[in-house]
């Protein structure tokens, strides 16, 4: 039986630092944080998501699993991928889940984070999308194409279109590819870097979006019903998985969430409610 939701906060980047100022405020709250407990004795773990699918798949964790795991979770939702490492690294929350492990590298040697992950949880395929065109190959001359401006998500488009052949990266294999590393690029595509979560916006002003998959899912897209490709969702290689500070991956609280966002249950609740545009990773 579900019990009353807990407090869910939709924070922005203006909000977060009252955001911060009321969830921690240094070590010692840090402290008292961490040994707390709700009124019917679960020991609370504050997570950081983003909204679709993470707030929602922790929703269910929740309201459906966590208290015979003896566990409050509390909910607290950013609308972009910068500050939930933000909040998990000066302390206001526990862990986050919404970055996949080539993200996180990469946000651990740009900021120098000392954060970590515990391992795939579930994956949202990336997808390219257009308004004006059905097929890649009827892709205009000049073509205005957005991608993330994040370099590793934007990485993902430019190796989603070098799949099909619409550019020719210099090291397909690479890891991170930028703009920097088209080789080839017939179409003479023009590319703009975008905030991801603005990118289904900028549909109707471009002609070919790489958008991230939770965001697609925000804005009622389907990576398999109307993106003209997407990734393959059997390479779980930006599965998104619980981050927490290292240190903290033996915390009993850390362990059994990672244990219930793992779990059958979970599965069986990503695989009814998202219909293949996201799929359970462990």
């Known amino acids: 039986m579900s019990r009353t939701a807990p407090r869910r906060l939709a924070l922005t980047t203006v909000a977060l630092s009252g955001a911060m100022m009321m969830s921690a405020c240094g070590s010692g709250a840090e402290a008292e944080q961490a ?21 929602d798949i922790l929703q269910f964790v929740d309201d459906e ?25 000066e ?24 954060i970590v992950g515990l391992g795939p949880i579930s994956f949202q395929p990336m997808g390219l999308y257009s308004e004006s065109v059905t097929d890649l190959a009827d892709l205009p001359t000049g073509a ?13 488009g ?13 090291d397909p294999d690479a890891a991170v590819p930028t703009l920097l590393d088209v080789t080839d690029n017939p179409k003479d595509l023009r590319f703009e870097e975008v905030e991801a979560a603005q990118l289904p916006r900028s549909l109707a002003d471009v002609d070919l979006a790489a958008v991230p998959g939770n965001y697609a899912l925000d804005a009622g897209l389907s990576p398999r019903d109307d993106a003209l490709v997407a990734e393959d969702t059997s390479d779980t290689t930006y599965a998104n998985q619980l981050v927490v500070r290292s240190g903290d991956e033996d915390d009993e609280r850390v362990q059994k969430l990672y244990e219930l ?15 293949g545009a996201v799929v359970a990773a462990s």
């Open 35 to 55: 040994g707390a407990t709700s009124a019917d004795g679960a020991a609370v773990i504050t997570v950081a998501v983003t909204p679709v699918p993470h707030a």
């Open 65 to 89: 699993l966590a208290a015979d795991a003896g566990l409050d979770i509390e909910i607290v939702e950013f609308t972009d991928y910068v500050q939930p490492n933000v909040a998990l690294d």
């Open 91 to 114: 302390g206001s929350v526990d862990a986050n889940y919404y970055q996949h492990g080539v993200f996180l590298a990469d946000q651990v040697t740009q900021a120098g984070y000392d």
């Open 144 to 156: 205005t194409v957005a991608i993330p401006n994040d370099p590793v998500n934007g990485s993902r």
């Open 158 to 170: 430019l190796k989603l279109l070098a799949q099909e052949g619409v550019i020719t990266l210099a």
């Open 261 to 275: 966002l793992t779990s059958d249950a979970v599965r069986q609740y990503i695989q009814d409610t998202y219909d």
